[in-house]
C-alpha cells in the first residue's frame, strides 16, 4: 500500500523559513517522480514543484526562486524548503507520486496518482 506522509509545517512570520517533508512507503520511490502541492482554502489545489527519479525539478512561476524540492532516495524522503515565507503561500501543502513525470501539465493534480494527508503551512504576523 502507497503511503505518504507529511511533517515540517506550522506557523511562521513573513520572511521566514520552514522545510517540509514527505516520508513515502510502499513503492519503489527512487523510481517515481515526486510533487508537492497546495491548497488554500476555497482555491483550488495547485502545484508548487516537481522532482523526477533522475532528480529534474520543475517549479510552478509563482514560488521560483523561494522553494527548493529534493528528494533522498536512500531514506525515501521528499523535501521542500521555503524560503521568504509570505502570507499567501498559506495553505495545506501535500506531498504527491507518481511513476511518471509528465511533460504536459505536469502541475496539474490530475498527473498524479498518490497523495499524502497534508501538513498545514501558514506564514502571519
Known amino acids: 500500500e502507497v503511503q505518504l506522509v507529511e511533517s515540517g509545517g506550522g506557523l511562521v512570520q513573513p520572511g521566514g523559513s520552514l522545510r517540509l517533508s514527505c516520508v513515502a512507503s510502499?513503492?519503489?520511490?527512487?523510481?517515481?517522480?515526486m510533487g508537492w502541492f497546495r491548497q488554500a482554502p476555497g482555491r483550488a489545489r495547485e502545484g508548487v514543484a516537481a522532482i523526477d527519479s533522475a532528480g529534474r525539478t520543475m517549479y510552478a512561476d509563482s514560488v521560483e526562486g523561494r522553494f527548493t524540492i529534493s528528494r533522498d532516495n536512500a531514506e525515501n524522503t521528499l523535501y521542500l524548503q521555503i524560503l521568504s515565507l509570505k502570507p499567501e503561500d498559506t495553505a495545506m501543502y501535500y506531498c504527491?507520486?507518481?511513476?511518471?513525470?509528465?511533460?504536459?501539465?505536469?502541475?496539474?493534480?490530475?498527473?498524479?496518482?498518490?497523495w499524502g494527508q497534508g501538513t498545514q503551512v501558514t506564514s502571519s504576523s
Open positions: 510502499g513503492f519503489t520511490f527512487s523510481n517515481y517522480a
Open positions: 504527491a507520486a507518481n511513476r511518471y513525470m509528465y511533460v504536459s501539465d505536469t502541475l496539474r493534480p490530475y498527473r498524479w496518482a498518490y
